[in-house]
């Protein structure tokens, strides 16, 4: 016999699990419609693969998980897929959740499937992934994914593999009748589950209240180095920290998880999900589940299809609901009340309990606390419930969170025993969820601060950048104004320096190099046509994209192509003159545009010197106003246009730019007024 350990507090609440056993399992049929929540499982929510109008078969999989905490959904029958939209699910709320809704045919078709019966030649990712991939969830608490349960780290050593099957909340009997008569699928999976982890011992655990379960686990056992362990019936014993002390004695540290003591614990029913995914290749589509309660004729356990509507399986148990006087999922201690029969059942579904008013009398209205402690004596977790009620009355999640909030597991002991029936768990429920929100809330604030903070930033790096490009603007333009106030020597004189091209560009036309001026005009006509294709491409993306930009681009091409057209007319003229006799040019007289240009820039520096320094400030002012009122025009153009934003900020340094110039420009005015 082995030795078997005790955990704090715990009760003995009326077990009524006799009615549900006088039957075999039984299956519960098809109905004619499914629906299956994409969220059956802790974790993020499955993805559809198929669409409305779709025919599946059974065992296909119809939504893929998503992340590496989640497991795929599949196809309880063959049929067609309905509907994928939002739908009641289980939940006290009546709250509604993404499913997809199946409309049998009736045939109950297999997609193609085989078994791996020799799995030990796979490698233990690989049945790991075969695990995940067939949908397994913990099938006898909150739903965690089996395949990220046993995935134990390299560095972990688990040394004990426990399978529950405690079964400890009254009514509930879908674990025991599974270890009467599957207690060989048990044992068959218990031993993939060692091939996977390598533990030093397996060990299933059941309550004493179940002599005829731990028979034939005991039988199904003989041979194996599997222990059947029986220990004293106290609810609950099935909760995964109080079985883990009830059968090693230790104890998982609060937060912690049992591999951190080198322990694995798993579910019978899951056990046997993973023995018909690995060996007959059948996903998770059905489970076992009971329907008990004095509102049923015929308190059974049914081998359900998931997604079935809770109404249909009332149906075939000869349900009465004049009777009933609320639908619970689950056990009386842990359940829920359901608002609507036709929500489906999904993995986690392992009782539908009817009762009438006699059998559990609806609670009475709460009475204050007389402080009694009894609610800290049965509890499991050794928490303080009376202390814990009063922060989530007052919603001090802090100190909640202080008294290890998150180590209840929601057994219902506290409210159980509690003397004024204050509803203890539930005020513990609600505070879970109000402090996960506001971790949720919390990390989305922190997202969108370091987004805020991420993009000034880069903003306030732009314009630092934006102000270094503009003094270094105005440094050049005040040393280039300091040169030409010394009258430095070094500078070249523009009009001298304009005489000087022309004069060269008439000696080359007068010695009859005209190769220059074919160059220049061929290149003229290049960079032209070259201009012509950008422009054109980019209006064509943007007749693609239906931008707001294709009038703007579509008048470039056509002032482009207009350019291109002088300038193939401009080479061709000049090609066709070149031929003519070189006598016709002597006698057509000819305009030296050059010379032209050359007087009225001598003509200009000769007016601007006969200026006193008075009236060469006051033009130079005027001139700059000029300049600034259009680029200050052009600068409102651009942004009722909506310019790109370097553009923008080109024309806002130039008018910056200029206003510094003005300032200049009047102060200069006003010192030579007042010389002269």
Not at 71 to 99: D, K, L, N, W, Y
Not at 290 to 319: C, D, H, I, W
Not at 517 to 531: C, F, G, I, M
Request: aromatic residues 4%; proline residues 6%; negative net charge.
């Amino acid at each position: 016999m082995r030795k078997v350990f005790d955990f704090h507090g715990g009760i003995h609440p009326p077990e009524n699990k006799h009615q549900s056993l006088r039957l075999p399992i039984e299956s519960a049929g098809i109905p004619a419609e499914l629906t299956l929540p994409l969220s059956q499982h802790i974790g993020a929510p499955a993805v559809p693969i198929v669409e409305v109008g779709d025919r599946v078969l059974k065992g296909q999989m119809v939504a893929d998980a998503k992340g590496f905490v989640s497991v795929p959904v599949h196809a309880p029958t063959s049929g067609v897929i309905s509907a994928v939209e939002e739908r009641a699910i289980a939940h006290p709320s009546g709250f509604t959740a993404p499913c997809i809704v199946i409309e049998s045919d009736g045939d109950d078709q297999w997609i193609e499937h085989q078994g791996q019966e020799d799995y030990k030649h796979l490698s233990k990712p690989e049945l790991l992934n075969l695990i995940r991939n067939a949908g397994i969830a913990g099938m006898g608490g909150a739903g965690f994914p089996a395949a990220v349960k046993l995935s134990v780290k390299p560095d972990t050593q688990i040394e004990t593999l426990i399978l529950n099957g405690t079964e400890c909340e009254p009514y509930i009997t879908a674990d025991d009748i599974l270890m009467r008569e599957r207690a060989d699928q048990i044992i068959a999976g218990a031993k993939i589950l060692q091939f996977l982890i390598g533990p030093g011992e397996t060990l299933i655990g059941v309550e004493d209240n179940k002599p005829e379960g731990l028979k034939s686990l005991r039988d199904a056992a003989l041979g194996s180095d599997i222990q059947i362990v029986a220990f004293p019936t106290k609810y609950p014993s099935g909760g995964e920290k109080q079985l883990i002390e009830i059968l090693t004695g230790k104890q998982v540290p609060s937060g912690g998880l049992p591999s951190q003591v080198g322990v694995v614990c798993q579910n019978i029913g899951s056990a046997v999900a993973i023995y018909q995914a690995v060996v007959l290749g059948r996903p998770l589509i059905s489970r076992i589940t009971t329907v008990t309660g004095e509102s049923v004729e015929q308190a059974q356990n049914y081998e359900v299809l998931l997604g079935t509507p809770m109404s249909f399986l009332l149906e075939k148990a000869r349900y009465h609901s004049s009777a009933n006087n609320r639908l619970i999922m689950g056990g009386p201690m842990m359940g829920f009340t359901v608002p609507d029969p036709n929500v489906p059942i999904v993995k986690t579904t392992n009782c539908i309990l009817a009762p009438t008013e006699q059998e559990l009398p609806t609670p009475p209205p709460a009475q204050a606390c007389i402080r009694c402690g009894m609610c800290a004596e049965v509890c499991p977790a050794s928490l303080l419930p009376q202390q814990m009620f009063w922060f989530a009355q007052g919603k001090e999640h802090d100190k909640l969170e202080q008294h290890n909030l998150f180590d209840c597991i929601e057994c219902g002991a506290c409210s159980w025993v509690c003397p004024s029936a204050i509803p203890l768990v539930q005020y513990y429920r609600a505070s879970k969820a109000e402090i996960l929100q506001a971790r949720r809330d919390h990390e989305k604030s922190e997202q969108s601060r370091l987004r805020f903070e991420s993009r000034q930033e880069r903003l306030d790096r732009e314009e630092a950048e934006k102000n270094a490009k503009r003094a270094a603007r105005k440094l050049a333009a005040e040393q280039r104004a300091a040169q030409a106030a010394q009258g430095s020597t070094d500078a070249e004189d523009p009009i001298q320096a304009a005489i000087d091209r022309a004069k060269a560009k008439k000696a080359a036309q007068q010695s009859g190099d005209t190769s220059s001026e074919l160059d220049k005009l061929q290149t003229a006509l290049a960079s032209v046509k070259k201009r012509l294709e950008t422009a054109t491409t980019k209006l064509n993306e943007a007749k693609a994209e239906n931008s707001d930009l294709v009038s703007a681009l579509q008048a470039g091409v056509d002032k482009t192509t207009a350019k291109f057209a002088a300038a193939e007319k401009a080479l061709a003229d000049y090609q066709a003159s070149s031929k003519d006799d070189s006598t016709a040019q002597e006698k057509t007289p000819e305009v030296d545009a050059a010379q032209i240009a050359i007087q009225k820039a001598m003509a200009a520096r000769a007016a601007d010197s006969a200026l006193s320094p008075a009236e060469k400030a006051r033009n130079n002012l005027a001139k700059l106003r000029q300049r600034l009122e259009k680029t200050e025009a052009k600068l409102k153009e651009c942004r009722s246009n909506g310019e790109e934003e370097k553009i923008v900020d080109a024309l806002v340094a130039t008018v910056e730019r200029l206003s510094e110039k003005i300032a200049s420009a009047e102060q200069a005015v006003a010192t030579e007024s007042e010389e002269s």
